[in-house]
């Protein structure tokens, strides 16, 4: 090759982020500094192919010349290995083409170092298999699911759940294998990813081959790819834990309806004395029936309303309807006057100026509002009073029962809520425990603020019931 050729062909590829080699036969005429930077060697000093290249590649490459000066052939990319100057090994991906310069043909080498991008792709496969081989050995159900809804990858462990072999359910849309009222949950788990959540865990129904459902919880974060984003998703079954949850709300229920007993006992006592009474008055003739019926029927009312409540507390239901939660206070705030007045606390009740309807379950809602204000009398003193205050914020019902107690310790306050933790000499912790899971299923929230020696506030926010009124 000619001085003039040599340097109209250089000034071309010198500056390429990729070697440049020509051959002639196998001995190199020119090599772009790419070549000499990343085999290491100075400038000139590569003399022949055969000094580069991998010993196992010496055929495949004579016969890819071949086909070069032959036949004039561009040779498919391919991989192979070069040496470089002191022995270490790179991966290369190359393919040749025919140079001709005044009627000589010569052979134009283009490569480029893949050896990171091959080690890349090796740690990837590696951890991909890891991955793979843990998602398909646990119990939990991995899955990755697209922005649109579609199951890109599930984990085989959801055949044990559902009863569907993982590959029949790739590429499928994953609300087909939900229960239609829990298919807004699911959509909020994307929403909330979307707005700038880390992680986002729901609760909801999948739907098992057979027809039925099963309960179970997912937790979704999002997953940024090259050139897209998904959803990674961990779901496990959680009958058994609703069926726990479930009894230990009845063994706490009917461990305040005991305690509540003595209170109502003591209000039906009143009404009971006064009927007692005035019958005796009739039977002696004292006092003329007709004028004491209306009050008898008063009082009789009294027991009906006390018996009512109490039952009402009593009977189980899971139904989540629109429940008014000033009519809820009033129930409980009535049901633990009694046990208020035996330390001659005033249970002060600051009504909302309007109805503030919730989601809820009125047993369960009952039950949060018994365990925090039995909770403010036991620890207030005698002769003080309880505040009881609703209002409405962001949509929110927000509910403050605020005490004159000894207060709790900042270091007691974050364990409030545990299993089994509690601050009382006899108490089992399961009354706030219950509480928190209670308010979480009805999508709310319970915050503590105390300080020893003044008392504390328990503030529990929950979502308002908005009815959609359509034209």
Known sequence: MNDTCKLDFSQMVENLLSGVIILDKRDIVYANSYVYQILQYEANEIKNIDQILHPEYYEVCKERL???????ETVELME?????????????????TPYIVDDRIFAQVHF??????????????HSRYKYRMISENISDIISEVSLEGTILYISPSIKELIGYDAKNLINEPLLHFIHEDDHET?????EQLLNGEKQVTIRYRARKIQGDYVWVESRGKLMHHENNT??????????QRLKTEKLLRQSEKLAVIGELSAGVVHEIKNPLTSIKGFLQLMEAGTIKTEDYISILNIEIERIEQI???LLGFAKPSEELKPENLEEVLDEVIFLLNAQADKKNIMIEWNKPTKHVPVLGEKTQLKQVFINLIKNAIEASEFNTRIVVKMEEQDNNAIIRIVDQGHGIPEETLSKIGESFFTTKEKGTGLGLMVTHKIIENHKGTIEIESEVGKGSTFTVRLPIFLVNVSA
């Open 186 to 190: 699911v959509r909020q788990l994307k």
């Open 307 to 309: 018996a009512s409540d």
């Open 230 to 239: 998904t959803v990674i998703i961990d779901t496990r079954n959680i009958t």
């Open 66 to 72: 071949n086909r070069v000066y032959n036949k004039q």
């Open 112 to 125: 480029r170092d893949i050896s990171e991008s091959k080690q890349y792709k090796k740690e990837l496969e």
């Open 80 to 96: 192979q290995r070069f040496i470089q100057k002191y022995g270490s090994i790179i991966n290369v991906e190359l393919f040749a």
